[in-house]
């Protein structure tokens, strides 16, 4: 199984600074097909997980665009430009190249300082 | 507007079992495949279970294999999850996704096993 691993765990940030969560696998994410299957998701407390990012760099309908990911390989980062309030919760990345499982991080608790 | 509802959650004792449905609107749910994803106590997520649009295939985490079942009934929208000879780390929200890239999720419906 494809294990996913993210950093750091608690990222308290001060309101309009840039973030940055890196998300590592245990081993190469690109599919025979030459797409790399990651996703990165937002939860809000209280709330269901929802999709910000698809294919590792490709943003969901309506997401703010200072939201971004990258990466490639085993190595990949959501960054987000300048935090606002809203931002507030639990981010995961999850990997759907080599299913089944699919597989996801253990989570970042991003709050504000 | 998508829109995914869970329902069937509760209280069970081990070993027990638990029915979990979940009705999808705004989509055509037949050419989708489907699955589950539970998140513990403590906040993980873990994927369940997937089945494909015809449900011609299933595909579950090594942990649920032989104790869940997953179905869908495409004329009636719907999405299942049959839970039987529950552990007590099968409590959590369970959640129905949409796709095998999880784009939509429903609100979660939790399920807890305990004496």
């Known amino acids: 199984d494809v294990v996913m691993t993210q950093s750091p765990l608690s990222l308290p940030v001060t309101l309009g600074q840039p973030a940055s969560i890196s998300c590592r696998s245990s081993?190469?994410?690109?599919?025979?097909?030459?797409?790399?299957?990651v996703n990165w998701f937002h939860q809000r407390p209280g709330q269901s997980p929802r999709r910000l990012i698809y294919?590792?760099?490709k943003r969901e309908s309506g997401v703010p665009d200072r939201f971004s990911g990258s990466g490639s390989g085993t190595d990949f980062t959501l960054k987000i430009s300048r935090v606002e309030a809203e931002d507030v919760g639990l981010y995961y990345c999850?990997?759907?190249?080599?299913?089944?499982?699919?597989?996801f991080g253990q989570g970042t608790k991003l709050e504000i300082k | 507007e998508v829109q995914l509802v869970e329902s069937g959650g509760g209280l069970v004792q081990p070993g027990g079992s638990l029915r979990l449905s979940c009705v999808a609107s705004g989509f055509t749910l037949r050419t989708y495949w489907m699955g589950w994803v539970r998140q513990t106590p403590g906040k993980r997520l873990e994927w369940v279970a997937n089945?494909?649009?015809?449900?011609?295939?299933?595909y579950y985490v090594d942990s649920v294999k032989g104790r869940f079942t997953i179905s869908r009934d495409n004329a009636r929208n719907s999405l299942y999850l049959q839970m039987n000879r529950l552990r007590a780390e099968d409590t959590g929200v369970y959640y129905c996704a949409r796709g095998t890239a999880h784009d939509y999720w429903g609100q979660g419906t939790l399920v807890t096993v305990s004496s």
């Open positions: 081993q190469s994410l690109v599919h025979s097909d030459g797409t790399t299957y």
């Open positions: 089945i494909k649009q015809d449900g011609s295939e299933k």
């Open positions: 294919k590792v760099s």
């Open positions: 999850m990997q759907g190249t080599h299913w089944p499982p699919l597989t």
